[in-house]
């Protein structure tokens, strides 16, 4: 215990919505402890807390004997109106071998009460004041009260120093929170949104509430139960959100946990809640079905935290196995199922706030855009991984220094990268099967377009078999291959926040995202919680594209007009590198010229439509490039404009040349 005040609980510092750097303390101090392990170098094991109405009980083990803490106030002095002292409830099991604790400063008043027989204070000049709790048959129950004069804390606790079983204050206490907090919501999007393929339904969440609760989203999953899903919010709150159907009429919100440490992942396993902060993984236990959480178990803390500016933890998310996996400043991390092992599988991936896992096992995870990294970008994570941040780390395997992305993203495109999911529903239309993903900073749904290391390609497109050109259309790419690079291109949605974690229901079979505008993305509203929905009309997206030698081939969702397709000028074609450096960010520089600023403007030779889907952009030469970008004007075969422009990273060409003759 570090220190102890009264009066004003926090001052929060107003810049990123308090999210940036740490509170001081806004009350007047009582005491203070040196910045010291509090067991000294005993192994201490931090097990969790419990709820007993207003008491808090945390539980751990000290090399391996258990111990409960508790903390409380005394009744205010008369004439100060303060509380003299904070009483620290102690209670250590049974042991052989003494314990001994930090209890204060060497200045602090100190009383100990209850089984004082086994408890003795020691104090050594200029020293903090320590207790030593000696060998015992049996449960020792202490109160230790702390600041203020000697003389106070011996007129309070005269009256006041009665023993505490707290293992009773283990089990559940009454409900805290009331009933849920009731919204609605909107069915059916913006305006502009009607007749499109895709549309947004909005959940409203209850910004107004009896709580001052914010409700900056963070992330969510789903219960069993249909219509139901829990969100963690990032200033430390979990809500379970019920009412979510066709029309969102009434949507009950009930507050399930607070006082998380901003956490920003949640994953539901079996019907329980596990969620992510910057502190460990908390497996929330709700032990009496009252719709609260009583016990914050700590599921796992392996990896290590700061209350540094951007040392987030981000995500979390699950394998077939079973594995938790998520994402930091240090490096993306994996724990097993049962909690108990915790290793760091990648590094070298900067203020990342995205990460997903595939069902095949394929992870990916998004950096932002900043030193050692020119811009936003999207990762396959490989075990060993390193992505740059950090520094080059060159290797003979690694001559750039770091392993190439799947993709870079234009700041344009996307500043601030959220997290990623794939399509795995049937029931969102043509891309299912697809990545997506999620721009905080732009409020925008990106598609993610993946080439595999290898296709085998003819060289006449029409003699492929119906197969494999269906494979090709669809970007369905086998589990087995190995994806080597991709591209990014905006879906015409809009969101009212920052959005960062997505989830497929397994009862509905949309698209569910959540978010939040805590680092001041373009964003309308503190958070969202949004229904992407399929609506059965036509889709004109791009939805595959390959590298060849001489060009490059772009299959859509609809069937193309012959006219406007084949028409080169309907086309515009530029690319450009990235410099990575220690410089935050990296101007655009020419590929024809390393050391100029700028982009190359690549002619499109020749356009030839392969199949009525599928249409092939001939270029002179195609070489390595961290961004290529497609911008197109054209028609589909029922007469609808196509206008939009996707952007592709070019790790490597491949060897197949086509003729468009």
Known sequence: ???????????????????????????????????????????????????????????????????LESYW????????????????????????????????????AVAVHGDVAFAKLIRVPDQPIRLRILPCGRPVRLQIWVGGTATAIAEHAAGGAESHDLSAWREPGPARWGPPLVTGGVVGGISGEQGQPYIVDSVEPPFENRF??????????FFSTPGKLAVCTVH??????????????????????????????????????????????????????????????????GAKTSPGGHDYSACLETDAEGNFYYVSEQGVHRVSPDGQ????????????????VAADGTITAAPQEGEWTPASALFKITPGGYYGFGGPRGTQQRPLGYDPPLCWIPRLVDNSTGGQVWVTSDRWGPLQGQLLNLSFGQCRLLLTLLEPRSWSVPRHWPVMDEAEVATIRSGVIPATARYVQGGSFSLPLNFKSGIMRGRFSPHDGQLYLSGLRGWLPTAAQDGCLERVRYTGEQATFPTAIRTLANGVAISFAVSLEKASSEDPSNYQLQRWNYKYSQNYGSPNYKISDPQLAGVDDVEVLSATLLDDKTIFLEMADVEPAMQLSIRYVLRSSDGQPMRNVYHHTINSAFDVRLDPA
Not at 241 to 267: C, H, M, N, Y
Not at 350 to 356: M, S, V
Request: net charge negative.
């Open 1 to 67: 215990m570090r220190c102890g005040w009264t009066g004003d609980f926090l001052n929060y510092d107003p810049a990123r919505f308090g999210l940036i750097s740490r509170p001081a303390i806004a009350g007047k101090t009582l005491f203070t402890a040196p910045d010291i392990p509090g067991w000294g170098d005993d192994q201490v094991e931090y097990r969790g807390l419990y709820l007993h109405g207003s008491r808090v009980v945390i539980s751990y083990a000290v090399d391996g004997t258990g111990v």
């Open 73 to 108: 106030a005394p009744p205010a002095d008369k004439s100060s109106g303060e509380s003299p002292a904070i009483v620290r409830y102690l209670e250590v099991a049974a042991r052989s071998e003494p314990l001994t604790v930090v209890v204060a400063s060497a200045e602090t």
């Open 341 to 356: 092992r915790y290793d760091t599988i990648a590094t070298g991936v900067r203020n990342p706030n995205g990460l997903c």
């Open 212 to 221: 001052g609760a914010l409700f900056f989203l963070s992330g969510h999953d």
């Open 236 to 301: 430390g709150d979990v809500w379970l959100v019920s009412g979510i159907d066709e029309t969102l009429k009434r949507i009950e919100w009930q507050r399930f946990a607070t006082g998380l440490f901003q956490p920003l992942g949640l994953r539901i396993v079996n019907d329980q809640v596990y969620v992510l902060g910057r502190d460990q993984i908390t497996r929330l236990s709700d032990v009496n079905s009252d719709g609260e959480a009583d016990f914050y178990e700590s599921f796992n803390n």
